[in-house]
């Protein structure tokens, strides 16, 4: 199975690009999917340990525990101690399935892939791009978002030019979704019958490595 890593800065379409793996057929692992469940679930315990104000009717509040660890490099590091292994488990899961079902082709759907060196764990990776003005402007018609809060969020990614040069594919979609699509099934038909790199079977007692 060869295993794509799927990537983007905000603004760019990478959610709908995953979207369009989803409909052709390609099982596709949402990282920050999972975090949204694991704020639900498993990290609730050992991150009301660490940040008790977070906690709000016994889940994670996305909003308190970011204001808990902003411009704190410490706090962040420990929370992402607690929360990387888990997401890398429930990567290893979502990788041993698709192996189960025979799936020739598995996306992992990561923001911050390049920025975390999360490319290691992928045969290819693919970036989704689109021009520094159609970026802007998908951004800032977002509700509550402001030129302030844009260029913070830009200040933590890598650039969309170092990440373009580092990828094996680019999907473009600034030429609109329906163009995008065609470029998502012109890397399937490329990448069809390659190798990918041999899964093993997960480690029971959890990853040790915190990315």
Same mark, same amino acid.
């Given at each position: ?65 970011? /204001?808990?660890?902003?411009? #704190?490099? &410490? *706090?962040? +590091?420990?929370?992402?101690? @607690? =929360? ?70 830009? /200040?933590?990614?890598?650039? #969309?030019? &170092? *990440?373009? +040069?580092?990828?094996?594919? @680019? =999907? ?40």
């Amino acid at each position: 199975m060869l295993v794509l890593g799927l990537t983007g800065s905000i603004g760019m379409g990478k959610t709908a690009t995953a979207g369009l793996f989803r409909d052709l057929g390609i099982p596709v692992h949402d990282a920050d999917g999972a975090v949204h469940l694991l704020y639900r679930t498993t990290a609730v315990q050992p991150i009301a340990a660490l940040f008790p104000a977070a906690i709000v009717a016994g889940v994670v509040d996305r909003k308190l525990l970011g /204001a808990e660890v902003l411009n #704190d490099p &410490e *706090k962040l +590091r420990l929370l992402e101690s @607690v =929360v990387h292994p888990l997401v890398r488990r429930m990567e290893q899961e979502f990788l041993q399935k698709a192996l189960a079902k025979r799936a020739a082709l598995a996306v992992l759907d990561i923001p911050l892939l390049l920025e975390t060196g999360g490319e290691e764990r992928c045969d290819a990776v693919i970036v989704v791009s689109a021009s520094a003005f159609i970026q802007k402007e998908r951004v800032l018609a977002r509700p509550g978002m402001s030129e302030e809060k844009f260029a913070s969020v830009l /200040a933590q990614q890598m650039p #969309d030019e &170092e *990440k373009r +040069r580092r990828a094996h594919f @680019v =999907v473009d979609t600034g030429r609109g979704f329906a163009d995008a699509k065609r470029q998502v099934r012109s890397i399937i038909r490329c990448l069809a019958g390659r190798p990918g790199r041999h899964m093993a079977p997960i480690n029971q007692s959890g990853p040790d490595d915190v990315a």
